[in-house]
């Protein structure tokens, strides 16, 4: 798929993208373990008691801006399992590395506080569950974001898009419904597609879900398809697999949608999963439950329209304050379980390991607000030599699995909430795009003022990389 140019039109929608604040401060540092000096990812760095945060990348670093108004604030950092950081943000040191020390609670001490205190792993999440009405938000709401959406194989990148997102939802403990939830790509700031893809398999597919015609995609001629019709059938594909919408709407948003039918987190969560309390940890001086997810007696499935996803075994770990039964962290990933899907895998994807989700919360005014969503799938391609039965030495050197196998990565930074029922009401009247693989004209004064994830050092490494590559071939 070639590269695609950036059209000069630009429709902007004021509230949709936030306000913009021109004085800023940018904090920037480290965070690592004081005992063993390894960088800490996913600590949580925010200004107190407001929205505004990010979170640390896989070397432990982060960038934040603070509009100046806040410069007398305290400035928080706190990881699961350590004592927190705290200074003001006009007293932050960007020269020095923030060390933070474990924090351990006694498991024996919160076991015996009281007789109907719940003990075990299973009694401590269905508590949970029985308090998500108290814990999650109970008013319509709308959240700013930044999106990472990234495709690669073992190599390379593939494909890249950075968005900034607005998501609406009137109420995160809802019992389904498409309604209630929307989501808007407000700015684009990279879009590079040098994807390799089987496009005759998307639009095989594409063709059996949308015009009733069942062909294999070795029964189909690449030459007597035009090509605005394998680009249709590739969105639609992506759409399908990877929009945002199947993510914030299907059963793995697995709190937001524990009451929707079928869920994995409803009524039968025990029969597909099973929770074994590991120990007590400290989060920022509350204690916290760390739960070990384990399988069950059955398998777990997705129920996903035209894709074998069943036939999995879950596993993780769950995180729950102690004081208010409120899910602060999900740990998550579906594994291959039955014969079937362990195949399916195996061939597929080479990996056994098909979904891995990271879902971490924010509490703000005594609501817990979602924070940062990992996602992580294999992506079904079919790229170079794919031998079949037995092959020899020379054939098997052409089937190179470092490009073959695909999976790919969305991750989601929640940088503000806006709660005010005026401002929702009028952003519900704008039209909104779910659309993330759209291009839109880059807006640079918008995103100079934007908090974004920071990139690890491998992923500026590799997104570099796409860069170049994708210039490159815009010249060809």
Same mark, same amino acid.
């Given at each position: 798929?070639?590269?695609?140019?950036?059209?000069?039109?630009?429709?902007?929608?004021?509230?949709?993208?936030?306000?913009?604040?021109?004085?800023?401060?940018?904090?920037?540092?480290?965070?690592?373990?004081?005992?063993?000096?390894?960088?800490?990812?996913?600590?949580?760095?925010?200004?107190?008691?407001?929205?505004?945060?990010?979170?640390?990348?896989?070397?432990?670093?982060?960038?934040?801006?603070?509009?100046?108004?806040? /410069?007398?604030?305290?400035?928080?950092?706190?990881?699961?399992?350590?004592?927190?950081?705290?200074?003001?943000? %006009?007293?932050?040191?960007?020269?020095?590395?923030?060390?933070?020390?474990?924090?351990?609670?006694?498991?024996?001490?919160?076991?015996?506080?009281?007789?109907?205190?719940?003990?075990?792993?299973?009694?401590?999440?269905?508590?949970?569950?029985?308090?998500?009405? %108290?814990?999650?938000?109970?008013?319509?709401?709308?959240?700013?974001?930044?999106?990472?959406?990234?495709?690669?194989?073992?190599?390379?990148?593939?494909?890249?898009?950075?968005?900034?997102?607005?998501?609406?939802?009137?109420?995160?403990?809802?019992?389904?419904?498409?309604?209630?939830?929307?989501?808007?790509?407000?700015?684009?700031?990279?879009?590079?597609?040098?994807?390799?893809?089987?496009?005759?398999?998307?639009?095989?597919?594409?063709?059996?879900?949308?015009?009733?015609?069942?062909?294999?995609?070795?029964?189909?001629?690449?030459?007597?398809?035009?090509? /605005?019709?394998?680009?249709?059938?590739?969105?639609?594909?992506?759409?399908?697999?990877?929009?945002?919408?199947?993510?914030?709407?299907?059963?793995?948003?697995?709190?937001?949608?524990?009451?929707?039918?079928?869920?994995?987190?409803? %009524?039968?969560?025990?029969?597909?999963?099973?929770?074994?309390?590991?120990?007590?940890?400290?989060?920022?001086?509350?204690?916290?439950?760390?739960?070990?997810?384990?399988?069950?007696?059955?398998?777990?499935?997705?129920?996903?329209?035209?894709?074998?996803?069943?036939?999995?075994?879950?596993?993780?770990?769950?995180?729950?304050?102690?004081?208010?039964?409120?899910?602060?962290?999900?740990?998550?990933?579906?594994?291959?379980?039955?014969?079937?899907?362990?195949?399916?895998?195996?061939?597929?994807?080479?990996?056994?390991?098909?979904?891995?989700?990271?879902?971490?919360?924010?509490?703000?005014?005594?609501?817990?607000?979602?924070?940062?969503?990992?996602?992580?799938?294999?992506?079904?391609?079919?790229?170079?030599?794919?031998?079949?039965?037995?092959?020899?030495?020379?054939?098997?050197?052409?089937?190179?699995?470092?490009?073959?196998?695909?999976?790919?990565?969305?991750?989601?930074?929640?940088?503000?909430?806006?709660?005010?029922? %005026?401002?929702?009401?009028?952003?519900?009247?704008?039209?909104?795009?779910?659309?993330?693989?759209?291009?839109?004209?880059?807006?640079?004064?918008?995103?100079?003022?934007?908090?974004?994830?920071?990139?690890?050092?491998?992923?500026?490494?590799?997104?570099?990389?796409?860069?170049?590559?994708?210039?490159?071939?815009?010249?060809?």
């Amino acid at each position: 798929m070639k590269f695609l140019n950036i059209k000069p039109t630009v429709i902007i929608i004021l509230l949709l993208f936030g306000s913009f604040s021109f004085g800023q401060t940018e904090l920037k540092n480290k965070v690592v373990d004081f005992m063993t000096m390894m960088p800490i990812e996913n600590a949580s760095v925010y200004v107190q008691n407001t929205t505004i945060g990010t979170i640390t990348n896989a070397d432990g670093k982060f960038v934040l801006l603070v509009p100046k108004e806040f /410069e007398n604030d305290s400035i928080v950092v706190s990881s699961i399992g350590f004592k927190s950081f705290k200074t003001t943000v %006009d007293q932050f040191d960007n020269d020095f590395d923030i060390l933070l020390e474990e924090d351990v609670a006694s498991l024996d001490e919160i076991l015996i506080v009281a007789e109907n205190r719940p003990k075990t792993g299973n009694d401590i999440v269905l508590r949970a569950l029985e308090k998500l009405q %108290d814990n999650l938000p109970e008013q319509q709401y709308l959240q700013k974001g930044f999106l990472r959406h990234k495709e690669r194989n073992k190599k390379q990148f593939k494909w890249l898009v950075e968005s900034a997102i607005t998501l609406y939802d009137d109420s995160s403990y809802v019992s389904g419904g498409k309604d209630n939830l929307k989501i808007n790509v407000d700015q684009v700031r990279k879009s590079y597609d040098l994807r390799d893809v089987d496009s005759l398999f998307s639009y095989s597919t594409y063709l059996k879900y949308n015009a009733n015609v069942n062909l294999r995609p070795k029964n189909l001629r690449r030459d007597t398809i035009k090509k /605005e019709s394998l680009i249709k059938s590739i969105k639609w594909n992506d759409t399908r697999v990877n929009g945002l919408e199947n993510l914030f709407k299907g059963k793995l948003n697995l709190v937001r949608n524990s009451k929707s039918p079928k869920a994995l987190f409803g %009524d039968n969560i025990l029969k597909t999963h099973q929770f074994k309390l590991d120990t007590i940890l400290v989060d920022n001086e509350r204690k916290i439950y760390k739960i070990q997810i384990n399988k069950s007696e059955d398998f777990v499935g997705l129920n996903t329209k035209g894709i074998y996803n069943e036939g999995y075994i879950a596993g993780g770990w769950i995180y729950i304050y102690w004081d208010n039964f409120a899910v602060k962290k999900i740990e998550y990933q579906l594994k291959a379980g039955s014969k079937a899907q362990k195949s399916r895998s195996k061939t597929l994807f080479d990996t056994q390991i098909n979904h891995k989700l990271v879902i971490s919360y924010t509490e703000y005014q005594d609501r817990m607000y979602p924070n940062y969503i990992y996602y992580e799938t294999p992506k079904l391609v079919n790229v170079g030599y794919k031998p079949t039965g037995k092959i020899n030495k020379e054939e098997e050197a052409q089937f190179n699995k470092e490009e073959r196998f695909y999976y790919t990565v969305q991750e989601i930074l929640f940088t503000e909430i806006i709660q005010d029922p %005026d401002k929702v009401e009028t952003a519900l009247q704008q039209d909104w795009d779910p659309d993330i693989f759209s291009v839109k004209p880059y807006n640079k004064q918008f995103w100079d003022n934007y908090n974004t994830l920071l990139e690890s050092e491998e992923d500026e490494k590799l997104i570099n990389d796409l860069t170049k590559r994708s210039s490159l071939y815009k010249k060809e």
